[in-house]
């Protein structure tokens, strides 16, 4: 109960958009089943949001990185067949492929042990409650918070899928798609140009290797060498990744090209200078596409399961 009215006094600016933004969505999810809710695990969890944050903050002690990492690990699940937790499953052959080897995740995404010690953290808690699908939207939203970002209070009840989709992984968003191709890949979700833009500036803190960056490890680095995205305030979560764009210093051509394509001048452009110059409006808009993305297409209700191990299904024992 603590840790559930922490939150919400912690939403002041926030609660207005947030409020029309979920009753629009709660609209559009009912016609499948039950709609995400930020109190889903008060009575069944209280503890849920307290379980996450402490391991989480146990856990960037020795790895300053790992807030970054894991809300990357959120958007590639949500993008990936929805939110539902198909990214942790490991392979199981012939039933299970993993997502984890395509090229967007292979040797990239990472924080999956500390996605493992959050779920024992929570079977220990309440058993069978928390679906991994969850931990990974609870993770992104306290990721940003500690990172000293917006605070938003995320929709819960997802449940976990059977499944994983190795095709849709192979086309997750890549650095060297155009602007176009960003776009239709983000439209796909019902993400438009703002909710590009905003979430793209979650570029304000963690790594990238230097073979995705526009510099292609030409300072003498050797493939795999990490390069901060924000070389302003690394472990930040603020505006300043736009004002790195507006200044040509840009990590990622996919960040680039919100600014240099031909069509960004009437699109994408306009709203890199609007969170440019304004932290409030960037993080008021970040919140918000971070709640719609993370209402892609999720499990309710009875469909999928509560995974007992975040890389196994539950029929194949863990
Ligand atoms: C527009 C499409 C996007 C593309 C093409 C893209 C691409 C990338 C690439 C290439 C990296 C570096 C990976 C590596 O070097 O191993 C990266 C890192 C990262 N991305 Fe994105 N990204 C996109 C959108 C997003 C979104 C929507 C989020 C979250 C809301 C996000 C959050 C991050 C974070 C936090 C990192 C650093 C992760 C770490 O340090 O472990 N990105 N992204
Ligand atoms: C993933 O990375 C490993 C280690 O670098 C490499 O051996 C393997 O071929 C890669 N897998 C795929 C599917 O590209
Ligand atoms: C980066 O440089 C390497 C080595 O010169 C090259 O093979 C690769 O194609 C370059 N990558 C891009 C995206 O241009």
Known sequence: MAAASSRSASLGLLVAAH??????????????????????????????????RRVIQNARVSDPRIPASLIRLHFHDCFVQGCDGSLLLDDDLPT??????????????????????????????????????DILA????????????????????????????????NNLPSPFDSLNVLQEKFRNFNLDDTDLVALQGAHTFGKVQCQFTRENCTAGQREGDL?????????????????NLLEGRAQ??????????????????????????????????????????????????????IRKNCRRVNSRGY
């Open 96 to 133: 299970i492929q993993t997502e984890k080897n395509v090229l967007a995740n292979n040797n990239s995404a990472r924080g999956f042990p500390v996605v493992d010690d959050i779920k024992a953290a929570l079977e220990h808690a309440c058993p069978g409650i928390v679906s991994c699908a």
């Open 252 to 305: 990622l051509p996919s960040d680039e090209v919100m600014l240099s394509d031909p069509t960004a001048a009437a699109t994408t452009a306009p709203v890199v200078q609007r969170f440019a110059g304004n932290q409030q409006d960037f993080f008021r808009n970040f919140a918000a596409s971070m709640i719609k993305m993370g209402n892609i297409s999720p499990l309710t209700g009875k469909d999928g399961e």
């Open 227 to 243: 390069k901060n995205l924000d070389q302003v305030t690394p472990d930040l979560f603020d505006n300043k990744y736009y004002g």
């Open 138 to 169: 609870l993770a992104a939203e306290i990721s940003v918070e500690l990172a000293g970002g917006p605070r938003w209070s995320g929709l819960l009840g997802r449940r976990d899928g059977t499944t994983t989709n190795v095709e849709s992984a």
């Open 19 to 52: 409020c029309a933004l979920l009753l629009a969505l709660a609209g559009g999810a009912s016609a499948g089943g039950v709609a995400l809710s930020s109190t889903f695990y008060d009575a069944s969890c209280p503890t849920a949001y307290d379980v996450v």
